[in-house]
């Protein structure tokens, strides 16, 4: 026997696409034929939700619920979770398998049915009521009782060792008691004992009798021809045994050529369900191995761009700390230098016994006292020799005070 195993999630995207196979098939009938496919779905027992809230760009997910290949008899369990009314399921009466709506006891579609009952039962009666008495003595709110499993075999074309494996796969022990046929009772008032009447000709004309020639010498030859061709069977009924035979011997051929068929489709089936079992499982294993590589690419890229963003920022700080530095630095020379006060001396020629110039004792530069004495404006006209102690004067015009005082710092 051909298996596969499956874990919970290959069982769940196997449920899926089952679903999906079913919906699109009972769909495309509902429309060739023109009748309701949600109703069909309900009849079939095809239960379909939603995976979950659907989003934008979301596919809506459709999971079929795993049924049996034909109905099987009332196990003496019930089910909580499930809907807790009955259905009338060719006559067997069991347990409504779809789920509940809410807090109610029953699903929609039986809820409906309990709503239009006068005592607010549903059609077929409860779980609880099938419970309460025997198997084979449930009798429903319209005084209807359960059919004899054994019909429905012969509907179905059942054997008991069939419905034993089937309801194995589900866990389920079938009571000996639904294999054994009920005692036929005809319905109707008894049958009068009829008086015998005497049996009539064949209706139509009699049949001619074939002429018997009597030859002197030969009667007993000819009463032994007679009997014997009286003892062979009718041509007639020779030929209907022949064909009913034939027919059987067709029949058989038939039904055995159409079992290794959908032997052989099931076999088929199985095989495909596997291989898009296994190529889902390992499509499924590429996507996570891809996803976990990503992952790991993505991570590796933030951990450089964050050191590299780092030691940009290392290098921009040590910078700018550098730059704080060095204009600390010159502001405090400047502060310094206009903390320092100049002084001037006067120095050079004489006229009258005064001094004409005048120099500074911290750069040298050498003034005109005139212009100073009257304007109090400094104009260099050279600059001061300390070794000879005597005025240098610039060939060149001095443009300013400060430009003297920058050469001087450069020097």
């Not at 899926?16 to 429309?31: D, I, K, L, P, Y």
């Not at 198997?135 to 008991?160: H, I, S, W």
């Not at 866990?171 to 036929?184: K, L, W």
């Not at 050279?382 to 005070?401: L, P, R, T, Y």
């Amino acid at each position: 026997m051909f298996s596969v195993e499956m874990n919970a999630n290959m069982s769940v995207m196997m449920s899926r696409m089952m679903s999906e196979v079913a919906g699109n098939v009972v769909a495309m009938c509902a429309e060739k034929y023109g009748f309701s496919a949600d109703e069909a779905m309900r009849d079939l027992d095809i239960r379909v939700t939603n995976g979950g809230k659907k989003g934008r760009g979301e596919k809506k997910v459709k999971v079929a619920r795993v049924k049996a290949l034909f109905p099987l008899p009332f196990n003496g369990i019930h089910s909580e979770m499930c809907c807790q009314a009955l259905r009338q399921n060719n006559g067997l009466y069991t347990q409504c398998q779809d789920a509940r709506k809410g807090e109610n006891s029953y699903c929609k579609s039986c809820q409906k049915l309990a709503d239009k009952s006068e005592d607010g039962i549903p059609e077929y009666g409860t779980i609880a009521q099938r419970m309460a008495v025997g198997p084979f003595e449930y009798t429903d709110p319209k005084g209807r009782k359960p059919t004899a499993y054994t019909k429905v075999m012969n509907k179905y074309k059942l054997t008991q060792e069939q419905v034993v494996e089937e309801a194995g796969k589900f866990g389920i022990t079938i009571n000996e008691e639904h294999f054994v046929a009920p005692a036929e009772t005809k319905r109707g008032r008894p049958a009068q004992p009829k008086e015998a009447k005497e049996p009539k000709g064949a209706k139509g004309r009699p049949k001619k009798t074939k002429k018997v020639i009597q030859i002197d010498g030969d009667d007993d030859d000819l009463f032994a021809s007679l009997v014997a061709s009286a003892s062979e069977p009718d041509e007639a009924e020779v030929d209907a045994e022949k064909e009913a035979e034939k027919a059987a011997k067709k029949l058989a051929l038939e039904q055995e050529k159409q079992a290794k068929k959908l032997a052989l489709e099931q076999e088929k089936a199985e095989k495909k369900a596997a291989l898009e079992a296994k190529k889902l499982a390992l499509e499924q294993e590429k996507a996570e191995k891809k996803a976990a590589l990503e992952a790991e690419k993505e991570a590796k890229k933030t951990a450089l761009e964050a050191e590299k963003a780092a030691k940009i920022a290392a290098k921009e700080a040590e910078k700018l700390a550098k730059e704080q530095e060095k204009a600390a630095k010159k502001t405090t020379k400047k502060v310094e230098e206009s903390e320092e006060e100049e002084t001037f001396k006067k120095c050079g020629d004489k006229v009258d016994g005064k001094s004409k110039y005048i120099r500074s004792e911290q750069s040298g530069i050498v003034y005109d006292l005139d212009i100073y004495t009257n304007t109090e404006e400094l104009v260099p006209v050279g600059k001061w020799d300390a070794v000879n102690k005597q005025i240098k004067f610039s060939k060149v015009e001095i443009e300013s005070d400060e430009e003297l005082e920058e050469e001087e710092v450069d020097e």
